[in-house]
């Protein structure tokens, strides 16, 4: 089917109790174990990309692959700019044709950041596209940009007023989760999730969760997370194929081989995350 906006996807996820898994892609053949994982769960899903990932090969060529993935497919998919890091990328990526954006500015004090997420909402909902929204930090490294460290935890009470004041569709929260490997087991504050949704009607984002525990991010989509990001383990996935293959066949030079191996362990590795949000069978 054609590519749909992220906003029915999430608000059916608030309403039903679960949550839709959101997975960053570098190449085509992980856009076809997305896709594939989604098919074969009947699983709702969302298909992002980072700057960091734009810059390789474009916005054009990604959004190119996700489409012609799409409309073979019989579930529905988003394309999301995961963490758009200036209002230009942001519309560049709605120019292109990404059917949810999402603009990052967790990193500028805070009446800055409504005013750049709201520039950017009134700048994406006359064309139907929603928007996602950051307020608080997500440690680690996300492509070239480092956090800082200030206060990482979002506070509910700005959390609504951060909502009523830009109209952003969603919000990503600060609990505790890091983008990258984790050094040790990752402890989130669950009770902030509870804290914020009291506050706030939009559907909460969850990042950073590559590697955190499948029992804490259950916990988090049954406090009211409805979106659930994964990107390190799935470049992690990806990598171990291929390394499995060569190790066995080191002579091996049709890239084709050796990247089905990677896409079959990306493929697993999504079904396993869209069984813990709980998406599996809610595809409409």
């Known amino acids: 089917m054609p590519l749909v906006t992220s906003k029915q996807l999430l608000l059916d996820a608030q309403a039903g109790g679960y949550a839709v898994g959101a997975f960053n892609v570098e190449n085509m053949e992980m856009v076809q174990a997305v896709v594939a994982a989604a098919e074969e769960l009947k699983s709702p899903v969302l298909i992002q990309t980072t700057p960091g990932t734009i810059k390789y090969a474009g916005l054009a060529m990604y959004l190119a692959n996700v489409k012609a993935a799409a409309e073979a497919a019989s579930v529905p998919i988003a394309m999301h700019l995961d963490h758009g890091n200036s209002f230009d990328l942001a519309m560049q990526a709605l120019r292109t044709g990404y059917t949810s ?3 990052d500015g967790s990193k500028l ?3 800055d950041n409504i005013a750049l997420t709201k520039s950017v909402v009134d700048a994406c909902h006359p064309a139907g596209v929603p928007v996602e929204a950051e307020l608080g930090k997500v440690g680690g490294k996300e492509d070239d940009l480092v956090g800082d460290d200030s206060d990482p935890y979002t506070d ?6 951060f909502v009523e004041r830009t ?7 600060g609990i505790g989760t890091s983008h990258g490997v984790y050094k040790g087991t990752p402890k989130l504050d669950v009770e902030r999730v509870t804290a914020v949704k009291k506050l706030v009607s939009v559907p909460l984002v969850l990042h950073g969760t590559s590697g955190v525990p499948d029992d804490q991010v259950r916990e988090c989509v049954r406090r009211g997370m409805c ?3 994964y990107a390190t383990d799935l470049r992690i996935a990806f990598t171990n194929g291929i390394k499995e293959y060569m190790a066995k066949d080191p002579d091996a030079f049709d890239p084709k081989k050796y990247n089905a ?4 362990k990306v ?3 999504v079904m396993s995350k869209m069984q813990v949000v709980g998406s599996v069978g809610k595809a409409k």
């Open 101 to 103: 954006i999402m603009i």
């Open 109 to 111: 004090p805070f009446e």
């Open 156 to 161: 509910p009470e700005q959390a609504r007023e």
């Open 167 to 173: 109209n952003c569709d969603f919000l990503a929260i």
């Open 227 to 229: 979106k659930v990001n």
């Open 261 to 264: 191996v990677g896409r079959e």
């Open 267 to 269: 493929k697993e590795y």
